[in-house]
């Protein structure tokens, strides 16, 4: 709302209009991964060379490209103009401090979500904005910085397990999708067994630092949950409007991975 627009705006006085400001915590990450597949093949890549990667925008093969380290404005802006992105899309990715949601464009759909990583010696969870955009056959992912839930999409593309490679791109979004609210379960499951194990300590002793931990803790369960409700919105209206670019073959997927969600935030109440 109002207080983001305000916020967004002083970071930029004195810059031309149209420049690009990332709001994020500086990181010296950034590399560009490339996965291109079909059912016969497969090559993968990185780089730190942006236009190396500009290609794939024509292949007539599904291709994800993920940016890490979006702290380097210069090439979300040189991907963004190559890809027909609008500037404004280009500012949200670089805003890093947004909820979840979906927009359709005439070409594209452009996905922002949150990804949550657990530090369990310092019992912290810290998110991350990873946004995609989808274009006729690549999926575009931008990411703060190195390390992410997305392997077991990795993996199956590296050695042609399920359906993936014989899919188009709006399934490898899915996919992508999935392994996110799959860690979502996983990482409620084990702050959930961490406040147990921490509830039982403090009846036994009830120690200042164990009532502060546990109290941490839900306090994270509640950041999960306020991301899980923006969530569900976009994926319900990615299975009710189906932008052109989502196959209807592809449509009960993303059903499925909302009735998922679903059932997240019903554990999390």
């Known amino acids: 709302g109002s207080h983001m627009e305000e916020k967004r705006l002083s970071a930029?006085?004195?810059?031309?209009?149209?420049?690009?400001?990332?709001?994020g915590k500086y990181r010296e990450d950034f590399e560009i991964e490339v996965m291109n597949y079909s059912i016969e093949e497969f090559r993968e890549f990185k780089t730190t060379d942006v236009e190396s990667v500009l290609p794939f925008r024509d292949s007539s093969t599904p291709t994800w490209i993920n940016?890490?380290?979006i702290h380097r404005t210069d090439v979300v802006q040189r991907v963004g103009e190559f890809f027909g992105t609008h500037p404004l899309v280009l500012e949200d990715i670089l805003n890093v401090h947004q909820r979840p949601k979906v927009e359709f464009f005439e070409n594209y759909v452009f996905i922002v979500l949150k990804m949550f990583t657990y530090d369990k010696n310092l019992h912290e969870l810290e998110s991350e904005?990873?946004?995609l955009i989808?274009?006729?056959?690549?999926?575009?992912m931008f990411q703060e910085k190195i390390g992410d839930v997305f392997d077991p999409v990795r993996e199956r593309i590296r050695y042609n397990r399920g359906i993936i490679r014989k899919k188009r791109a709006d399934y490898l979004l899915y996919s992508l999708i999935d392994a996110l609210v799959d860690d979502y379960f996983v990482l409620l499951e084990k702050i959930d067994d961490e406040i147990d194990v921490l509830e039982e300590e403090v009846l036994e002793r009830p120690e200042k630092e164990t009532v502060q931990r546990t109290h941490q803790?839900?306090?994270n369960l509640?950041?999960?949950?306020?991301?899980?409700w923006p969530l569900r919105e976009v994926l319900s209206s990615l299975y009710r409007d189906v932008p052109p670019l989502i196959e209807k073959e592809t449509v009960p997927y993303f059903r499925d991975v909302y009735d998922h969600t679903i059932q997240i935030a019903d554990t999390v109440e």
């Open 129 to 131: 904005q990873v946004s």
């Open 12 to 23: 930029k006085k004195g810059l031309p209009p149209g420049t690009l400001v990332y709001t």
């Open 134 to 140: 989808l274009t006729k056959n690549c999926v575009l």
């Open 222 to 228: 509640v950041e999960l949950r306020k991301t899980i």
């Open 217 to 219: 803790l839900k306090r």
């Open 67 to 69: 940016i890490t380290g």
